[in-house]
């Protein structure tokens, strides 16, 4: 096969083993890599924009595709590949606005990771855009109503499930189970952080009653998905999805942190939170109160900053050097600040 063209963003080796691969699973007779650059982003997870001319066979003529891999370490909770694949597999069979998995390789002979090639979908995700700028979202409100109803579609997707079996077995309990896991990790750790200890009680002791399980996103946010034309694209960033109280969804996507500075539009900086709510509420049948929002909200920033230092514990002591995730380290006491703004709140 052709080596692809002298370009120098393209990683040769790499490229080439991808599209010698490639042209087995798309039954071509010759696969040549026109455009192979790292994307930006993916603290945890390697993407690559994948362009290819196929020769020959179902897929013939120009195509763009995502490989997806590891990056070079990760978090203990991100799924694997294979398993983000199938998650991507039901969830797009689902009607869940993401993109569609179409290759997954395991042989790590090839890239020496495992990695999928998923349709690239069209759109911008960069959150400090999309709050902002009125060309890329003209309709916030309408906006925030097609996320709510994707994000409903992901909660139909319910347990036992048998393309899922390799996902972590669904908690009694998955409240109090985050909570004894974030409190294992600070634990652990050699510094002290009362603030989010505090805020571990406060949730702990003030559980909300057992909701349905239900697969859920763990990550679904601005940032995460993709805006074309003003209209949802798909969801990115799979990674961390599982069995889990669907609540924890929407306290995140609502979540202070992720609205990109523009903190008087509670649902991820776009729009008021009613649009939201109303758009989930429409598909799922749930009504989310504003007692489930403030509590949902602090277990999310209680979350985030547990990630945040193990983020930052990635540069710092397990040898990936990386001025994002020691800034990312940076955010945790704003993090604190707003877990105990939220209780204060509550507790009124």
């Not at 997806?68 to 978090?75: G, I, L, M, N």
């Not at 997707?157 to 998955?174: G, M, T, V, Y």
């Not at 547990?306 to 397990?318: D, F, G, T």
Request: charged residues 25%.
């Amino acid at each position: 096969m052709p080596e692809p063209r002298n370009d120098p963003h393209i990683d040769t080796p790499m490229a080439s083993a991808v599209a010698r691969w490639l042209a087995d699973q798309m039954h071509a007779t010759d696969v040549r890599v026109t455009q192979f650059v790292r994307l930006p982003g993916g603290a945890i997870q390697d993407n690559w924009m994948l362009d290819l001319e196929v020769d020959g066979g179902p897929w013939a003529g120009r195509q763009g595709f995502v490989l997806r891999t590891d990056a070079p370490s990760s978090v203990a909770t991100s799924l694997t590949r294979a398993q983000e694949f199938a998650v991507l597999t039901v969830a797009h069979a689902a009607g869940v606005f993401a993109p569609k998995p179409l290759f997954l390789c395991q042989d790590r002979s090839v890239i020496e990771r495992v990695f999928f090639v998923m349709e690239r979908l069209p759109g911008i995700a960069a959150g400090h855009r999309i709050v902002r700028d009125a060309l890329l979202v003209p309709d916030g409100d309408a906006l925030a109503d097609a996320l709510g109803a994707n994000l409903a579609r992901i909660h139909a997707i319910r347990p036992p499930r048998a393309e899922l079996a390799d996902l972590a077995p669904p908690s009694d309990d998955p409240v109090r189970a985050a909570v004894a896991s974030y409190r294992n990790y600070l634990d652990r750790m050699d510094d002290s952080y009362p603030a989010l200890e505090w805020g571990l009680r406060w949730c702990e002791v003030h559980a909300p009653a057992a909701s349905e399980i239900t697969l859920i996103h763990r990550d679904y946010r601005t940032g995460n998905f993709l805006v074309n034309s003003g209209s949802l694209s798909g969801v990115l960033d799979w990674e961390f999805a599982g069995w889990g109280d669907p609540r924890e969804d929407i306290g995140w996507f609502t979540a202070r942190c992720w609205r990109f500075g523009v903190t008087e539009r509670e649902a991820g900086g776009i729009a008021q939170v009613d649009a939201f709510l109303r758009g989930y509420q429409r598909i799922s049948g749930r009504r989310i109160t504003r007692a489930d929002l403030d509590y949902w909200q602090v277990m999310a920033h209680l979350r985030w900053a547990v990630i945040a230092l193990q983020q930052a514990r990635r540069h710092s002591a397990e040898g990936e050097r990386s001025l994002e995730l020691a800034l990312t380290g940076r955010i945790v006491h704003e993090l604190e600040y707003e877990v105990l703004q939220l209780i204060e709140r509550g507790a009124r």
